[in-house]
């Protein structure tokens, strides 16, 4: 981690009052589904945002969901989490993804795309997953925020659209840049947040699960699938797709699951 960025994160604010309520429901092992709808409808902006996220067509609900016990009870506890804390943390950030190409409305598709892709694809066989992987999926991505905002203060940004450009990997070209990588910004940001160790390692190692703790790689492999399968610029292609593949066949991941979800996203 280099000192400039590590300096940007320690000066973040701690988070609102609100995220620390949900923290405290989801992580107490005798709270209810109503202990978090409650907490949820305390506040009305809040709510607003889970409601526009849970009816975004990418979901594929025939129905408007108009209320968080309902939202809570199609998606679960741990998915309503991971919208309530990607609005929550994206609001503590002044978003210019200049640098990576990308506007501010791509930047929040992107996140979306990648989460409703994880949860039909897991949402049958690896369920028990989804508590860490709905934030992760939401969330995995902020660091490119702090990361813009250092090639932008270093007046690098052509240097650095040239490196992507010639590296075609939006990894390494932000380590020969910046020194650091979105995965290791963005767990860095959540460990100062105090968020759950199993979060902070999935979000570390999802370009190398294999460093990922036993008890996380799983977690990790797929999180590292779905951020292949939706690159930066939010589009699915047949080359994403294959690489895709060729990971879950190395990682003996669920194929006929991906399949059905990439059928039903595309």
């Known amino acids: 981690m280099t000192e400039e960025i590590l300096k940007k994160i320690k000066q973040l604010p701690p988070l609102p009052e609100s995220a620390m309520q949900i923290e405290a429901v989801y992580q107490n092992p005798d709270s209810t589904f109503n202990d978090m709808v409650k907490i949820l409808e305390k506040d009305p902006l809040l709510t607003a945002d889970i409601l526009k996220a849970a009816n975004s067509p990418l979901y594929g609900f025939s129905r408007e969901i108009n209320a968080i016990s309902q939202a809570v009870g199609l998606f679960g506890m741990g998915t309503v989490r991971g919208f309530a804390l990607a609005s929550i943390v994206k609001k503590s950030f002044t978003l210019d993804l200049s640098p990576y190409g990308i506007s501010n409305e791509m930047f929040s598709q992107l996140s979306k795309k990648q989460h409703?892709?994880?949860?039909?694809?897991?949402?049958?066989?690896?369920?028990?997953?989804?508590?860490?992987?709905?934030?992760?999926?939401?969330?995995?991505?902020?660091?490119?925020?702090?990361?813009?905002?250092?090639?932008?203060?270093?007046?690098?940004?052509?240097?650095?659209?040239?490196?992507?450009?010639?590296?075609?990997?939006?990894?390494?070209?932000?380590?020969?840049?910046?020194?650091?990588?979105?995965?290791?910004?963005?767990?860095?940001?959540?460990?100062?947040?105090?968020?759950?160790e199993g979060l902070v390692d999935v979000i570390r190692n999802c370009q190398n699960p294999d460093q990922a703790e036993d008890e996380d790689k799983r977690a990790a492999q797929i999180l590292n699938v779905v951020r292949v399968t939706v690159p930066i610029n939010g589009k699915v292609t047949p080359e994403s797709i294959q690489k895709a593949k060729e990971l879950i066949e190395a990682y003996g991941l669920d194929m006929p699951s991906f399949e059905k979800a990439i059928e039903a996203f595309e």
């Open 116 to 196: 409703a892709l994880m949860t039909a694809w897991c949402i049958r066989k690896e369920n028990r997953l989804l508590g860490v992987l709905s934030p992760a999926a939401f969330l995995v991505e902020i660091g490119k925020v702090l990361i813009a905002q250092q090639i932008i203060a270093d007046e690098r940004v052509e240097e650095f659209k040239d490196a992507l450009a010639e590296l075609d990997d939006v990894e390494a070209a932000e380590r020969e840049i910046v020194g650091v990588d979105t995965p290791e910004v963005s767990a860095t940001i959540f460990a100062q947040w105090k968020f759950e």
